[in-house]
Every structure is written in C-alpha cells, then in structure tokens.
C-alpha cells in the first residue's frame, strides 16, 4: 500500500502524533494531575502535613528526572518501545500499590516506582519518536503532541475525584492501574520508530531514511552539558517545570483552604491544563509563523502574569489566574521540547532530552515540597508562589540569552555511521 508523504493522510500525523497524545495523556495525567485528587485522603489517612506528603512528588519527579539520562540513552540504543512497555508496566503495578498503601515509607516506594515509569514511560521519548518524524512543522507536531499532558491533567482529577466519592479512594486507586495497560497496543501496533521504516522520510525532508541520519552528529552527554545553548534551556526548563508543578500540586489543597468544595477544587484543574492544551496547539502554530523565541517569549510572560494574580490569593481570582497560568504554560511546555531539537538536532536526542529532564524533573521535584514546605511554616501559599514569580522572571532572561537557529525543510542526509 503507497503511503502519503504529505498533508494530514501522512503516518506521522495521524499515527505518530495521535498515538503520543494518546499515550502521554494516560502517563502524564496519571502521575501530574489524576494522583492530585488523592491528597486529602492520604493525608488523612497516614496522619502527615503538607511537606512530607509532597515529598512524594518530589521523590517521583527526582526519579523521572535521574532515571531519564538512562531511558534516553536506552531509547536511542535499544529503541522506543521496549522502554515504553516497561514504563507502563511500571505505573500499572505502583497504582495498584496505592491502593494499599498503609504508611508513609510505603507512599515513597510507591512514588519511586512512578518516578521510573515516567523516565521510561513519559515525556521525554514521545518527543523522541514524534522528532524523527518531523523537521518542518515540528512545532506544531509537538503542540499537538503535548496536548495530551493538558487533556490528562485536566479531566483526570474530576475523574477520580467521583470514583473516590463513589467507591473510596483505595478502590480508585485499584482502578487507575489500568489504564497504563491500555497503552500495551499503542506502542507496539501504532509507534514506528523510524519513519525509513515504512518507506517514508520525516516530514519535510527530502528523502526516505533521512530521519534516521538527519540533523546533526552523535552527541556523547559530555559534549551535550559542554554547551552554552543546554544550560539555557535547561536552567529555563527547571524554573518553568518548578512553577507549574508547584501551584498545580497544590492546587487542589490551596482552593480546599479558600473555601472551594472538592468537586470544585477537581474542576480547577480543567481550566489549567485545557488551556495549557490551547497553549500548546496555538504556539506550536505561531512558532513556525512568528518564530519559535518570540512565541517563546510571550508564553512565559503569560505564566508570570497568572502567577502574579494567584499571589494575592483571592478566590475570585484564581479562575483567570490558572487560565491565563495555564495558556502561558502550555506554549512554553510545547516550545521547551521543539527549541531542544532545534539546537541538537534528532540524531541524539534521546540524550539530549534525558540531560534536559535532569533539570526540568529536578525543578518539578523541588517545586511541590519547597511550596508545601514553606506554607507549613508560614501558614500560607504566599511565600511560595512569590518564589514562583522570582523563577519565572529569571526563565524569561534565559530566553532572551538563548540563539537557536531551527532546523530546515531542506536538511543535509549525512551518511550512515
């Protein structure tokens, strides 16, 4: 059967891009929004404060963010899939666990265990399998793409919250170990690693098999650290990573304090992460119209305008704060990953992403305990989501530093190694 090498009938867009959607929005909704809607409970049931209970998200986002250096490299050694498949097997078994969990060390195991389902399962090798198939529209490819943290993020608290009204927050968690199962078939029936595979070239390229020797040389994490363009995007990466991992982890406790129900306090979470998705679609748009740096740029100053309004801490405020919060996020999110490939091309970019995730998981890792942490000790989010701004402002100077030129549609096929 001839395959379309052009508009929307080609593989990688509606095969490719719909299955990393698809695939990110069980993992990443799982584990960043959908476990949120647990807080209350585990609090309640293994007699602990703020801090020590987002300690597990810290101890998660860490994992992901170690364990990251070693799926990126087994991603472009081994191959996408047998790395997906133990991702997912992963955070099927630990929700299950939650399900039981009685203390909390055993929460931290159970955290742990998440942590290197992401690193495996995550973020990082959808934006691998989704760049090799695609030098022009990238950004747009990703946009996409990453709308699946959005969708996840923002309909699975609402989900879990009935499901622990209905049948107990023990029982929901039973029930969320399945849907990483339901990503078996997706990665081993719709992902094709490389697009040579099937006798089509990436998305602009010129010819079949450039995807796979396109883009720049072998990249060791010695010379990938070495660079200037790295600790630019990766010191913006964890400043950005940090702030919306710390208001959204907290999210549903802070509305709880401002009178919200917890129905709510779930429904927060769809504004948020639905704008993050419009976000994403909308500045993977206008980065291949306006420029990636520009559209960049505004996105953050957008996430620091909804952090600033969520600073006064007024209830009336926090519906437009997220929402504009969310938007700004969304473009950066989906911006991050494309400038990334931008600046190191495909060829190693498994590499590049997992030193990437380093920072980034770090940052996100550190932002729901430090803010949990330091409304423990002040009795308010203030502190917390004052630091928030101060990293934003500094995310946006970053940016101004960083020069990256994007790749074109015309790229160089280099030979095979």
């Known amino acids: 059967m001839t395959r379309s090498q052009h508009g929307w009938r080609y593989y990688g867009w509606w095969g490719i891009v719909a299955a990393s959607l698809f695939f990110i929005l069980i993992t990443n909704g799982l584990t960043i929004g959908g476990i949120q809607a647990f807080d209350p409970h585990l609090l309640a049931a293994l007699g602990i404060e703020r801090a020590p209970l987002k300690l597990g998200d810290a101890i998660q986002l860490g994992t992901a963010a170690v364990f990251t250096l070693l799926t990126g490299w087994a991603a472009d050694r081994i191959g996408v899939r047998p790395v997906m498949t133990c991702g997912v097997l992963l955070l099927a078994v630990a929700f299950f666990g939650l399900g039981y969990v009685q203390t909390v060390g055993g929460l931290y195991v159970l955290r ?5 389902g992401l690193a495996a399962g995550g973020l990082a090798v959808c934006v691998v399998i989704v760049s090799r198939w695609f030098v022009s529209r990238r950004g747009l490819a990703l946009g996409l793409m990453l709308a699946g943290t959005s969708l996840g993020s923002g309909i699975l608290p609402s989900v879990f919250t009935q499901l622990i009204e209905t049948h107990g927050w023990r029982a ?3 029930f ?3 849907a990483p199962l ?4 997706v990665i081993w029936f719709a992902f094709k690693e490389w697009p040579a595979r099937i006798g089509l070239a990436p998305y602009g390229a010129d010819s079949p098999g ?3 020797h396109l883009a ?6 010695r010379d990938i650290v070495a660079r200037k363009e790295f600790w630019l995007i990766g010191g913006s990466a964890f400043a950005t990573f940090y702030s919306i991992l710390g208001i959204s982890n907290n999210l549903f406790l802070h509305s709880r304090d401002l009178g919200f129900a917890p129905a709510e306090s779930a429904a927060l979470f769809v504004p948020l992460f639905i704008m993050g998705l419009v976000g994403k679609v909308v500045s993977g748009v206008l980065s291949d119209i306006l420029g990636r740096k520009r559209v960049w740029i505004l996105s953050l100053a957008l996430m620091l305008g909804g952090a600033l309004m969520l600073l006064t801490l007024h209830k009336s405020l926090v519906m437009p704060a997220i929402a504009l919060f969310g938007f700004g996020w969304g473009g950066n999110y989906s911006l991050l990953q494309a400038i990334s490939a931008d600046a190191f091309g495909s060829r190693s970019l498994g590499r590049v992403m997992g030193a990437v995730t380093v920072l980034d998981a770090g940052g996100g890792a550190l932002g729901p305990w430090i803010t949990s942490l330091l409304y423990d000790r002040y009795g308010s989010y203030s502190p917390g989501f004052g630091l928030i701004c101060v990293l934003i402002t500094l995310s946006i100077a970053l ?5 990256v030129r994007p790749p074109v549609a015309s790229a160089t096929v280099v030979p095979a190694v």
Do not use: K, N, W
């Open 176 to 178: 969320a170990a399945v």
């Open 210 to 212: 450039a995807g796979e």
């Open 112 to 116: 742990f265990a998440m942590g290197l």
């Open 216 to 221: 720049g040389p072998v990249l060791t994490y």
């Open 399 to 403: 940016a101004l530093l960083l020069r």
């Open 182 to 185: 339901l990503l078996l078939p």
């Open 172 to 174: 929901a968690a039973s």
